[in-house]
């Protein structure tokens, strides 16, 4: 037995690495912008007097941004829509805090069964069938109103649904193992016992699980048939331009049309047809690979060093290696190493299987999940449609959740026809497995250009980093076809947003920190990431864009399929007594946040945002969190020049950078609407259709314990209470007068 803080250590060197900048392009963030973008300390106190001024003039007005007209309005929601309820406090306690006048109850917690044959969750690590049980790290949801027959797909029912739950990962400190994980990590070679393997593979994925409403709440429906789990042992098809390619061959799968499992799935998104959408984020750090790089062609190593998969690595977990098992499937895929005469009798592209969006039909169990390639690879948070118009392509827009990376678009080639609104998974075929990705460029003006990852694109077609054989190996390696693009890079970005009212897209960039790498330190700052700052918490200093923001744009002519845009940062995290070159926001104490990560507008309240935060930068003041907004319109806010204290990057100097800020953010139109347990993540939202209920997921509390089974050294107890060990776990939330939530 291992001890717990050794494999902490190496879990804890497992996350960075998934956290570490892969992207060493030579795009400069806004393509040399710098240079334009800095003015000196003496150009600086020298236009300050103006810059006052212009703001004093402008302030509530439209405002051009360089060459730009950029149409403001102030912020006001659909029918005159207020935040009715009493902004909750921060605080740090073990406990999940609402507003006055609301409840919050746990619907589906780890363990939880989702049969009515399956014993109740004893949460001691002695259960071992998580293949019937909800999975770990709940994140991404959905709510999918079910027909009151019970066959389909009824988006109006608040009755009777279906939710669709992602699990990200099996807590590393094992709490559900009996006394934690035998040996494991990044550093371990260690053989592992398969009943520990099995379980830990069996708690990521999704579950389907069917609720049904009781009165002014509701309740699982464990007899349901459609109650199931989707796991990292699961079949899934490969569907798509990469389908059957020779990079996607594997012992499983020959011919490169199937892989099995899914893992680290965070955000998510729903279909116009009613399938779940889920992203796989940080899969790269699951495989063993200990080889040298001589034993690779230049591709497979400049892919392999772009998506961050190590040659020096047992993976976060050490799946691959079972005790005496061999079985090629379950447990030797997990080694990308090459190990056999040739593709099909190892695992060596295991890796290009994974990094999908993935597709799965609620409503028909039998349905085998598709991973859609058209889509490309990547870190995804997750999938988020457009407004849906019929005869028009659709959009979808997707994030690559770390340091440096980009955000994308897919563009359908067949255009929406409402008749395949009943469609199912089949669909699916029609409108994601054809149709053109593209990469955002954000201008140093306010605008901004989708630029085509095809190789009618010259600049990947020759690029000279990386030739790409096919318009397959373009979306296989959708990174590097990226950085050959030219896009901009920027600060995590995560959950996205499209205000069904305007059509406007809001994207979290949730931080970029690091003392050898964050923005400002190795990374140029610009006009879409213009902050850096050192924020103190206890005995560590955090440097770079420490509290992270919201970006937003509006699309040419409101058509998602456009080729360019407009832009503003909706509203930067910061600390409420921050300076005024930090809290560009203008946030207080009723609404300041850190991390910006969940992000998701209601469909049955018109004009309502939620935010929600993960974060480790603002915890000694309060625990994670989830905010309403009311958010106005791309330019509704105005100019700014940030003031930036001694960039490293720009030799210690100050250096100020223009960029482009939305309205100030009063607790009129932000306000705190709940803070988490001790050490968790506010992640995923949903409601019912008639905005009665929410449900949000609470994601590891407690992650910061220092021992699997000493109680007195967990830092949470929830939701249990007592000595219990923490358990991630979906919550619903219900207005005591039955009223709608928030208004």
Request: glycine fraction near 10%.
């Amino acid at each position: 037995m291992a001890k717990k803080q050794d494999i902490r250590a190496s879990i804890r060197k497992a996350l960075a690495d998934d956290d570490a900048i892969h992207n060493t392009s030579a795009n400069d963030s806004f393509g040399q912008v710098l240079d334009r973008a800095r003015i000196g300390r003496r150009g600086f106190l020298k236009g300050s007097s103006s810059l006052a001024a212009a703001s004093m003039l402008g302030m509530g007005l439209a405002f051009l941004g360089d060459s730009v007209k950029r149409q403001g309005q102030a912020a006001k929601a659909a029918s005159g829509l207020t935040l009715s309820f009493k902004p909750v406090a921060k605080n740090i306690a073990d406990t999940l805090t609402v507003p006055e006048g609301y409840t919050a109850k746990v619907l589906l917690a780890t363990g939880d069964p989702l049969k009515s044959n399956v014993t109740p969750y004893k949460n001691d690590g002695t259960d071992n069938d998580f293949d019937v049980r909800a999975g770990d790290h709940h994140d991404g949801l959905h709510y999918f109103g079910l027909r009151q027959d019970g066959n389909g797909w009824d988006p109006s029912n608040s009755d009777r649904a279906l939710l669709c739950i992602n699990h990200e990962v099996c807590e590393d400190l094992g709490f559900v193992h009996p006394n934690g994980p035998t040996d494991y990590g990044p550093e371990s070679t260690a053989a592992r016992p398969p009943i520990e393997i099995d379980k830990e593979v069996a708690a990521h994925g999704v579950s389907v699980v069917e609720i049904a409403r009781q009165g002014t709440t509701y309740q699982i429906n464990r007899d349901s048939q459609y109650n199931r789990r989707i796991t990292a042992a699961s079949v899934f098809e490969i569907s798509g331009p990469a389908r059957r390619n020779p990079m996607m061959a594997t012992a499983f799968s020959p011919s490169g049309e199937q892989t099995r499992g899914t893992l680290n799935n965070c955000g998510h998104g729903y279909t116009p047809w009613g399938t779940y959408l889920s992203g796989e984020e940080n899969w790269a750090g699951y495989f063993h690979r200990r080889e040298e790089d001589s034993v690779l062609n230049a591709k497979e190593l400049a892919s392999f060093k772009r998506y961050g998969v190590s040659n020096d690595t047992s993976g976060r977990y050490n799946w691959s290696r079972a005790g005496a098992s061999d079985n090629i499937d379950l447990y030797r895929r997990w080694d990308a190493s090459k190990t056999g005469s040739s593709a099909d009798q190892d695992f060596r592209n295991v890796a290009n299987t994974f990094g999908w969006v993935v597709e799965i039909d609620p409503f028909n169990p039998n349905a085998t999940p598709k991973k859609r390639t058209a889509l490309g690879r990547m870190a995804h948070e997750g999938a988020w449609s457009a407004r849906v118009v019929a005869g028009q392509p659709l959009v979808f827009y997707m994030g690559d959740d770390a340091r440096n990376e980009y955000i994308y678009k897919f563009v359908s080639a067949a255009k929406w026809d409402p008749r395949d609104a009943s469609g199912g998974i089949a669909a699916g075929d029609k409108y994601l497995d054809a149709g053109t990705l593209y990469v955002a460029k954000f201008n140093d003006d306010g605008t901004g250009e989708w630029l085509p990852l095809t190789l009618n694109n010259p600049n990947i077609a020759n690029d000279a980093n990386y030739a790409f054989a096919d318009e397959a190996d373009v979306l296989i390696n959708a990174r590097l076809a990226a950085d050959a693009a030219g896009a901009t890079k920027m600060d995590r970005p995560e959950w996205g947003g499209v205000n069904p009212g305007n059509g406007e897209v809001y994207f979290t960039l949730t931080n970029s920190v690091s003392s050898s790498s964050g923005r400002g330190v190795k990374t140029p700052l610009d006009a879409a990431n213009p902050r850096y700052y050192a924020d103190a918490k206890e005995d560590e200093t955090a440097q770079g864009n420490v509290n992270g923001h919201i970006i937003r744009w509006r699309e040419s002519n409101s058509n998602p399929a456009a080729a360019t845009f407009n832009w503003d940062v909706y509203l930067f995290g910061s600390q409420a007594d921050a300076g005024s070159d930090i809290n560009l926001s203008g946030l207080t104490n009723e609404n300041d946040f850190s991390s910006p990560d969940g992000i998701w507008f209601s469909e049955s309240v018109p004009g309502l945002l939620w935010i929600q935060t993960d974060d480790g930068y603002y915890t000694d003041a309060t625990n994670c969190m989830m905010l309403a907004a009311l958010p106005g319109s791309v330019g509704d806010g105005t100019e700014k020049m940030v003031a930036n204290k001694t960039v490293p990057l720009n030799a210690n100097a100050d250096q100020m950078v223009k960029t482009y800020v939305g309205q100030s953010a009063s607790p009129t139109v932000l306000r705190r609407f709940l803070v988490g347990p001790r050490d968790c993540e506010i992640t995923g939202i949903t409601e019912s259709p008639d905005g009665r209920a929410i449900f949000v997921n609470i994601q590891h509390p407690g992650e910061n314990s220092k021992s699997p089974t000493d109680p007195t050294q967990f830092t949470s107890h929830w939701p249990d209470g007592g000595n219990a060990r923490p358990r991630s776990a979906t919550v619903m939330i219900t207005r005591n007068d039955g009223g709608i939530i928030a208004s």
